[in-house]
């Protein structure tokens, strides 16, 4: 009995650690791979001198490869150590990056999205495989997988951003790999998970067929969702840098309220979905989303449709974790190849949005082109909640458990002394305290978030101290510097202290962290 209870509790710790760490994998790959699809049309234009043509080339073969690869990655998510398969993405990843920083002409660039669109393949196909493990325990893991996943692309994007004027396009690519090559190693500390089942290698692709036919209502709603979100995004960059004539960082700006909702927002949605069941927050998701694209039709500036953005932002937040939940619960054992299908679904709704959008933007206009998406989103409202309950899982999912520590020291059974039966020696001194849990990572994320707002807010009034770190001499900003209006030096002077606060707080906190790890 002690050894059981020992290797349950075991269990039960190791559960969750693998669950941090792969979140914690899925920021750090998140935000380069964001970043990179967002600067490479940028890049190959500009370092390697490649016209629209092969730019579109070199994005199809990303895509391509990735497709390709779905199907395969959800067989191995199924059939082989999870933490290896997303490990080997995130290095293929990290090789891709590299190859990008590397390249001197269109033939290594290709290479690079070969190994880019593979990579990502095995990377998410099986960390979405790995968060599904707990879903049974914790109906809140898909929304952390979001929330981390928003929150690596935004902080990627305002630290990429920022850099690239200092460490050119090279540089920002050897960052993105070096912090995919730091989560493949985190991936693989992570402790193991459940045993593949035996006989899966067989009949791989009748597999796979069996599974998309059994989540084929969900992935029509799926193929819709990225088909609009696709063509709004792409029509979004479309009009702040043609109508609005916003350069790179600018349009980013726009875009990064919406990203910071998304990461903040997803976990509180999914209290809503436990009261009100995932149909009828689908439902209300997708109404939101079409007054979102109605409203882009006539958004008079970049300020307004930032603000819209963060509408559509809390939509998606909403919906996706709720489709990744369905397919995992509706997968059962085959829940690698389920999210394989999932994603290629995806894929290819983003794909036929984005050619949608560039045909329907030139040919009918803006205006024309949200109220398109907006139709779409609007059939989503009655597609998504029947897909729900026509997958039979459970509309309404248990709600999340109350966080617990990190470690709960087991100790073993032993024999009771026949003393402690006698009444003397029952009253005794009373017991000591709980430990009190390690810091919250995720309490340190919204710090970090808090201050990356206000960060934005200072760089906008040209009063960020963390600014003049990366474009005035260093040793001058360090020792000074400060503006000479007053408010402003009061101003510019507390942003300074509150980043070395921030800083010894990130210090702090991660070094409590790794001693509270059991």
């Known amino acids: 009995m002690t050894t059981d209870t020992g290797a349950e509790a075991a269990d039960h710790l190791r559960g969750p650690r693998r669950e941090r760490l792969t979140l914690l994998a899925a920021t750090l ?39 390709a690869a779905r199907p395969f990655a959800g067989v191995l998510a199924d059939t082989r150590d999870r933490r ?56 809140a893991v898909f929304p952390r997988l979001f929330s981390a996943q928003e929150t690596g692309s935004w902080v990627a994007f305002v630290t990429g951003l920022a850099l690239l ?32 089942a035996p006989g899966e290698t067989d009949a791989a692709h009748g597999g796979i067929r069996a599974v998309s036919r059994r989540l084929r209502p969900m992935l029509l709603a799926v193929a819709l969702t990225m088909t609009a979100e696709a063509a709004l995004s792409l029509l979004l960059l479309f009009l702040l840098q043609r109508e609005f004539g916003l350069d790179v960082m600018s349009i980013a700006f726009v875009f990064l309220p919406g990203a910071i909702a998304m990461s903040l927002a997803a976990e509180r949605m999914h ?4 009261r009100f069941g995932r149909a009828r927050v689908l439902m209300a998701a997708s109404l939101s989303g079409t007054a979102f694209a109605t409203g ?72 024309a082109c949200c109220l398109v998406a907006a139709a779409i989103l609007l059939s989503g409202a009655v597609i998504s909640p029947a897909a729900v309950r026509r997958m039979g899982v459970a509309d309404t999912p248990p709600p999340a458990p109350a966080p617990v520590p990190d470690a709960v020291p087991v100790p073993d059974a032993a024999p009771v002394p026949e003393r402690e039966a006698e009444p003397e020696v029952e009253a005794g001194p009373e017991p000591s305290p709980a430990p009190k849990p390690p810091p919250s990572a995720r ?26 770190l990366f474009t005035e001499d260093l040793l001058t900003t360090l020792n000074g510097g400060d503006p000479d209006d007053g408010a ?22 991660g070094v409590r962290l790794l001693r509270a790890r059991p």
């Open 271 to 274: 209290t809503y979905v436990v």
């Open 165 to 196: 004027v200092r460490i050119d396009y090279t540089g920002v690519f050897l960052l993105c790999a070096a912090a995919c090559v730091t989560a493949a190693v985190l991936l693989l500390r992570a402790p193991g998970g459940p045993p593949s």
């Open 488 to 509: 402003a030096r009061w101003i510019y002077g507390a942003g300074k202290i509150w980043t070395y606060i921030m800083l010894v707080d990130l210090l702090r906190t």
């Open 84 to 139: 290896r398969v997303a490990a080997a993405g995130a290095l293929l990843y990290a090789a891709s990056a590299t190859g990008y920083a590397l390249a001197t002409g269109p033939a290594p660039a290709y290479l690079a999205a070969a190994l880019g669109g593979i990579g990502g393949a095995l990377l998410w196909v099986a960390v979405s495989a790995i968060v599904s493990e707990r879903l049974a325990a914790d109906s």
């Open 296 to 367: 882009l039709a006539w958004a008079p500036n970049p300020y307004v449709i930032a603000a819209l953005w963060i509408l559509s932002g809390l939509s998606w937040a909403a919906v996706m974790p709720i489709q990744q939940a369905v397919i995992a619960e509706a997968s059962g054992a085959r829940v690698g190849r389920g999210m394989g299908v999932y994603e290629s679904a995806g894929l290819f709704g983003a794909l036929f949005g984005a050619l949608a959008a560039g045909v329907l933007y030139e040919r009918a206009g803006w205006t």
């Open 443 to 468: 309490a340190l994320g919204g710090h970090l978030a808090l201050f990356t707002a206000a960060q934005l807010v200072l760089l906008a009034l040209d009063l960020s101290w963390i600014q003049d």
């Open 29 to 67: 790959t998140s935000g380069p791979a964001e970043l990179l699809d967002f600067l490479l049309p940028l890049w190959a234009g500009a370092a390697l001198g490649l016209g629209a043509t092969e730019v579109g080339i070199l994005l199809a073969v990303e895509m391509l490869f990735s497709l």
